[in-house]
């Protein structure tokens, strides 16, 4: 689930998806979910050419529209990637 989330916030930086209102317009939600991915795209593989923690940082521009995915494993990782996000962030 953790990987859905990860890819649909890096398809969110494209220009065309990175407003929320482009985002409803052509995803039909600005929220980042299992779901959305899922209306979408089917995950078969996904082959990491860089590590996760880069994709962490993709996952932190959008947070305010990551929701929870209701699997508490997957939603405390996910609050720990949020806050080492922060946490890295110049202040």
Do not use: C
């Amino acid at each position: 689930m953790a990987v859905k989330l990860l890819y649909l916030a890096r398809v969110r930086e494209y220009e065309f998806l990175s407003s929320p209102g482009d985002a409803r317009r052509v995803l039909g939600s600005d929220a980042i979910t299992i779901q959305v991915f899922d209306r979408w795209w089917t995950l078969r593989e996904m082959p990491w050419e860089e590590p996760s923690e880069h994709w962490e940082g993709y996952l932190a521009s959008v947070s305010e529209h990551v929701e929870a995915t209701g699997n508490v494993a997957i939603d405390e990782m996910l609050q720990t990637i949020l806050k080492r996000q922060a946490a890295a962030r110049p202040s």
